[in-house]
């Protein structure tokens, strides 16, 4: 695995501040924000300059009971073709649950949810990961992630459950310290323990972020400096390997560069102090190699998938997961009641907010009443397909339910409605007719 150095995530509001900065080796940048024809011009000049650029996917959904989605491989395939990268990265979690494997709606977390440490779990996840290394051009690492809940009856540590998945795939890891930071917080969980037991030489990168704690939960908000305790763990970290890349992730509040550039400056002295204190400095090997994929490894045919039972099995599980946490249904049992529902509103406040940044026009026509209006919706509405459909499924919403008292704001919200909702596809389907219907009922308004 070649050398990466120091990075910073790559965001557009930033995009100028980090053009500037001195020491940058590299970028991460989010795979779903860029079009492969239509690169940003801040990308192309740091690639220029032989800036490394990575592509950090989030929405494959690795640890979901379903097969890696073909579409959303060759999207991924695509962006580090075209962002020429010697790697890319996704998450270890399931984002959407529901569909075939459970015969019921399909429904969308909008957020990376953790997956359960069980040999199940662990099963359907190599299997995906064997099929998206077969789609994708260039090698792929999987990143631990935060959680707020913890899973009942599980069977393995992080640690185990990382080393089994890199020993049986090959793949690499991309180890998030502050995730480790955030689950010792939220779950109990020791990080010394968790890096005792990695398999460090698969380790592609690492992140560091910061976050924040209110009533006892840390919250992964990517929109704070990165605390003492995170670059501790990157020290001790960095005391048993170099890491071949340490990455700063900023997502939003984002201060001045000179803030961040000292936020980088206390990574590199973190990863010095790790160096110093290594006794025996355990340099990463090469790639471990895939296990030889088979006919049964990896079938053409999903009825012949040898894992179809462990896919329903966890399809069932994170099903009722999801629908708890999203669609108000009983609490799975075994789960912590109060954590689930702190979950809960956190996942309709996010979905407000990325609602609020893919459809600005929303909160503009709304004002302050957006986003309470927003969270009452989502309570009785599950995304189903995508956030920029929640934004049309929430104007819908609010037309037909008639509660618009303000005249000027119910006719904004119609003509912004019916300017982006489109005509209705072809050949009609449930979705298409309940599209139709509601133009000719905004229409006549």
């Known amino acids: 695995m070649e050398r990466l150095g120091t990075g910073i995530g790559w965001r557009p509001e930033i995009a100028d501040a980090v053009e500037r900065m001195p020491g940058i080796d590299w970028v991460e940048v989010v795979a779903e924000n860029v079009c492969p024809g239509h690169l940003p011009q801040s990308l192309l000049r740091l690639r220029e300059r032989g800036v490394t650029v990575v592509p950090h996917g989030v929405s494959l959904g690795l640890g979901g009971a379903d097969r890696p989605d073909s579409g959303r491989l060759t999207a991924l395939a695509e962006r580090a073709e075209a962002l020429n990268s010697p790697l890319l990265t996704e998450h270890i979690a399931f984002v959407r649950a529901g569909g075939p494997l459970t015969a019921s709606p399909r429904l969308e977390a909008g957020h990376l949810l953790p997956v359960p440490r069980t ?3 662990l099963d359907v996840l190599c299997e995906n990961v064997r099929i998206a290394q077969d789609a994708l051009p260039v090698p792929l690492a999987v990143e631990n992630i935060a959680a707020l809940i913890s899973w ?3 069977e393995m540590t992080e640690g185990q459950f990382l080393y089994e998945l890199a020993d049986r795939t090959g793949v690499r890891l991309l180890i998030d ?8 917080v ?10 005792a037991e990695l398999p460090l030489e698969a380790i592609a990168y690492v992140h560091v972020a910061g976050g924040f704690e209110r009533d006892g939960v840390w919250h992964d908000s990517h929109a704070h400096p990165v605390p003492r305790p995170v670059l501790d763990i990157l020290t001790d970290l960095a005391s048993r390997v170099s890491p071949p890349g340490v990455l700063l992730e900023r997502d939003e509040n984002f201060p001045e560069a000179t803030e961040l550039e000292g936020e980088l400056e206390a990574i590199r002295e973190a990863l010095e102090k790790g160096g110093a204190k290594a006794t025996t400095r355990t340099t990463p090997a ?10 049964a490894d990896a079938p053409t045919d999903p009825a012949a998938d040898p894992t ?16 708890a ?14 954590r689930l529902g702190m979950q809960a509103r956190a996942l309709a406040g996010k979905r407000a907010d990325v609602v609020s940044k893919v459809a600005p026009e929303l909160p503009d026509i709304l004002g302050t009443d957006y986003r309470p209006a927003f969270l009452v919706y989502a309570h009785g509405h599950p995304m189903t397909d995508g956030y920029r459909r929640d934004a049309l499924n929430f104007a819908e919403h609010l037309l037909l339910a008639g509660r618009l008292e303000d005249a000027g704001t119910r006719r904004q919200l119609r003509d912004w409605w019916l300017e982006r909702s489109g005509p209705a596809p072809r050949p009609p389907r449930p979705t298409a007719r309940l599209a139709r219907a509601t133009r000719r009922v905004l229409l006549r308004r």
């Open 119 to 121: 040999r199940d779990a």
């Open 152 to 154: 009942p009856g599980e």
């Open 177 to 184: 310290v502050a995730n480790l930071h955030t689950n010792h």
């Open 186 to 195: 939220n779950r109990g969980e020791d990080p010394a323990a968790a890096l």
């Open 286 to 295: 090469a790639p471990v190699t895939p296990p030889t994929t088979t006919a």
């Open 308 to 323: 179809a039972p462990t896919r329903q099995r966890l399809a069932l599980a994170q099903t009722a997961l999801l629908s």
């Open 325 to 338: 946490l999203v669609a108000g249904t009983p609490v799975p049992e075994g789960f912590d009641r109060v």
